[in-house]
């Protein structure tokens, strides 16, 4: 077994989306974020919007996603099932509307340890949702995203 070997980031297990973020502000970025209504996503979708980024929630239960973002500025939620290409197809060009860039993708969402379900293509609910849902999403979401050069100053 190959020993690991610490980084040496100066972030631990108790470190906060917040703690990462540090004093950078977003004002100006548009972030797409799935699975940011619950979780590791959710405190990632409160920190990025809190240093300003306008933060784009893709939600499997949008009902549940503005209950739980409920008094979170900077903060739009829009229908997303990832086991479901179609709705990853709309999403995507509903993200895509406006002249707005998407300056971060964050791929967060994704189900574990779910009784045994196919999604509509035959593929396995976790396989088609965690892998080949978070990948078409990438693709489709990239089709305009902003080079690493066009960030706001």
């Keep these: 077994m190959t020993p690991q070997i610490l980084l040496g980031s100066g972030f631990g297990p108790r470190t906060t989306a917040s703690d990462v973020l540090g004093d950078r502000r977003l004002d100006g970025l548009r ?3 799935t699975g940011g209504s619950a979780g590791v996503g959710l405190e990632t979708t409160r920190a990025l919007a809190s240093a ?3 933060v784009r929630v893709g939600a499997r239960s949008p009902a549940k996603a503005e209950a739980a973002l409920a008094g979170v500025a900077n903060v739009e939620i829009d ?11 709309a999403f995507a060009a509903r993200t895509l509307a406006g002249d707005d860039p998407v300056h971060i993708l964050l791929n967060n969402a994704g189900i574990m340890a779910v009784p045994l379900s196919r999604d509509a293509r035959g593929f396995e609910s976790q396989l088609a949702t965690n892998h080949l849902g978070l990948s078409s ?5 990239g089709r305009r ?5 066009a960030r706001p100053s």
């Design 31 to 33: 972030v797409v974020i």
């Design 52 to 54: 300003g980024a306008h």
């Design 79 to 89: 229908s997303l099932d990832l086991a479901d290409p179609t709705s990853i197809d």
């Design 137 to 141: 999403s990438r693709r489709a979401c």
């Design 145 to 149: 995203s902003s080079p690493r050069e």
